[in-house]
């Protein structure tokens, strides 16, 4: 059995491997989805699996079992980024460029008011590990400043207006602040690819091929002491250059990769439970985590909220493992719970939607770029995560971004599209993605001009 599970291991191994390479093989390719996602079960995943490999104590076939869901959640995920080449046309909007940047000032203002009512929580509740009741309204809202960040950053790169430039860097001194004293990967992340896909969407400029290689190497290394980052980052005196160089990457690791991972150890248990015990709630998760999300108890009351939720059953009751407190049970997991192996479809249809949506970027329009940019960190946390990031992201998109998106289009007038893109590599008017063509600034037009 070792060794059955050892081969499974070398196989996704070899996929993650594969899928970096593409990413690697012409400029741009990075960007697209089945990069990043390979990078995550690089970094994030695969370490957890030799140490769980030989575990004695994991129930009989349960890791075979995970390893056969992971491998298809990522063979998937490359698939349904490959299946379609179409971009997504309802968002072809043309923008009225004096309006996207009132809007990007407007949300960054709006977001940071919540994270300021954030601020002033007690300690206590600020540390919780799950927030519950005022904090989460307070951080639905709070998700604005994010929407008028990357608008922002789309303004300047595309514009240079020191306006644009203003509200970009306020936001940033938000997602600096979460990220040095929260320690929070997500918003790392987001931040960079929100700032790279813009100079990318925009101006063509993509970073060296072999530097995203070196990140994911890096993330491998740093990934496994997030926990002791955040503890020291925590601390009153807040993180220090001496403290973070204390840190044992390199042993912390080691002991990962000897050990198992705690989220690769739910997946295992929660897979298992699933499988022996048939436990399958057919998209029910998803829809209780909409309930959750965007209907507020505060003002219905937790009782009647209750009644649109659906009654599901809790795995973990069928075995004797308790999830560390913290860790996540993986996006495999829950799509297995939810149709049990074909439950992987859910990647599949995660890399169709980005796939569309990057299309349409490629061609110069502005709302698929937004959509892009701020769904592709929940997308890599439906891997880590649970698959509900990418839909609870894009319901919460479309209720706060499409409705100032609108405001901000100039009536009538569609994105040029291919008729507005110029050649950057040597597949000139070939109209696919990932091959070297950029946008012509002239999609945006200042107010009261026509193009």
């Known amino acids: 059995m070792e060794a059955t599970n050892f081969i499974l291991i070398l196989i996704l ?30 970094s994030f995943v695969l370490p957890q699996l030799p140490g769980l490999a030989l575990d004695p104590h994991l129930p009989e076939a349960a890791f075979a079992k995970t390893m056969v869901v992971t491998l298809s959640c990522a063979a998937l995920t490359w698939l349904g980024w490959s299946v379609s080449d179409q971009p997504m046309r309802h968002l072809s909007w043309e923008m009225n460029e004096r309006r996207l940047i009132t809007a990007a000032v407007f949300l960054s203002l709006a977001g940071a008011f919540f994270f300021f009512q954030i601020s002033r929580l007690p300690e206590d509740v600020k540390g919780a590990s799950l927030y519950t009741g005022l904090p989460v309204a307070y951080l639905f809202f709070a998700k604005l400043l994010n929407y008028g960040f990357a608008l922002a950053v789309i303004c300047f790169v595309r514009t240079r207006s020191r306006v644009a430039l203003a509200t ?25 690819l929100l700032i790279l896909l813009a100079l990318w969407f925009q101006r063509g400029i993509a970073v060296p ?19 002791d ?10 993180p220090s250059i001496e403290q973070v160089t204390q840190i044992d990457f390199v042993g912390n690791l080691k002991y990962l990769m000897v050990n198992g991972g705690p989220e690769m150890r739910n997946a295992v248990y929660k897979i298992n439970a699933i499988d022996e015990n048939m436990i399958l709630d057919f998209g029910a ?31 973990y009751e069928f075995t004797s493992h308790l ?34 949506y990057y299309r349409s970027a490629m061609l110069g329009c502005i709302p698929a770029q937004l959509f892009y940019m701020l769904l592709l960190t929940p997308g890599m946390h439906s891997i880590t995560h ?47 993605a990932g091959t070297g063509q950029i946008p012509v600034p002239s999609v945006l037009t200042p107010a009261g001009q026509r193009n």
């Open 285 to 315: 998760f998803h829809w209780n985590t909409l309930v959750f999300n965007f209907i507020p108890a505060q003002l219905v009351g937790a009782e009647f909220k209750g009644l649109f939720s659906i009654p599901v059953d809790n795995p």
């Open 323 to 356: 999830p560390m407190t913290g860790s996540t049970e993986t996006g495999m997991a829950d799509a297995f719970g939810s149709f049990w192996y074909f439950g992987a479809v859910k990647f599949l249809l995660i890399a169709l939607v980005l796939n569309r």
């Open 209 to 227: 091929r072999m530097l995203p290689l070196a990140g994911v190497l890096a993330a491998t290394l740093v990934m496994a002491s997030t926990g």
């Open 386 to 432: 649970h698959t509900h990031f990418v839909l609870t992201s894009w319901v919460h998109l479309t209720i706060f971004l499409i409705p100032v998106l609108m405001w901000a289009r100039v009536p009538g007038r569609r994105a040029a599209g291919a008729g507005h893109i110029r050649s950057a590599g040597p597949h000139a008017g070939t109209g696919r």
């Open 13 to 42: 191994l070899g996929l993650c491997l594969a899928m970096l390479a593409t990413g690697i093989r012409r400029k741009g390719l990075i960007y697209e989805f089945p990069f990043f996602a390979g990078a995550i079960f690089f």
């Open 168 to 192: 970009a860097a306020f936001g940033a001194l938000f997602y600096v602040d979460r990220i040095v004293f929260a320690g929070r990967r997500g918003d790392t992340s987001e931040l960079i």
């Open 229 to 238: 980052y955040r503890k020291v980052a925590t601390t009153e005196e807040g």
